[in-house]
Nanobody, 115 residues
Framework: VQLVESGGDLVQPGGSLRLSCDCRGFTFSRFGVSWYRQAPGKERELVATIISSGSRSTYADSVKGRFTISRDNAKNMAYLQMNSLKPEDTAVYLC?????????WGRGTQVTVSS
């Protein structure tokens, strides 16, 4: 099983990034997917979740209206589109795939929002 995040970068406030999560080794379409983030000295925070079919998603209040989670079950990929980025969005962003039996994590990708 592998979850590999990519797309993290240094971006100015107000900018955008699109994170990707390449999922392999399991039946992706049977798992819900979430993006979490962890900033230095802070607890891991749930950012967004999308159900296995992709028909419903939820967001943390701190990112609602700015971030969009999506998935492509044909490609075994999940995405996080991040717009209007703020310095407080700076963190390592981690991809998680979970169902009733299994819980898989990627290693994360660094997002830094700074001028």
């Amino acid at each position: 099983v592998q979850l590999v995040e990519s797309g993290g970068d240094l971006v100015q406030p107000g900018g955008s990034l699109r994170l990707s999560c390449d999922c392999r080794g399991f039946t992706f379409s049977r798992f819900g997917v979430s993006w979490y983030r962890q900033a230095p000295g802070k607890e891991r925070e749930l950012v967004a979740t999308i159900i296995s079919s992709g028909s419903r998603s939820t967001y943390a209040d701190s990112v609602k209206g700015r971030f969009t989670i999506s998935r492509d079950n044909a490609k075994n990929m999940a995405y996080l589109q991040m717009n209007s980025l703020k310095p407080e969005d700076t963190a390592v962003y981690l991809c998680n795939a979970r169902n009733s039996r299994y819980d898989y994590w990627g290693r994360g990708t660094q997002v830094t929002v700074s001028s």
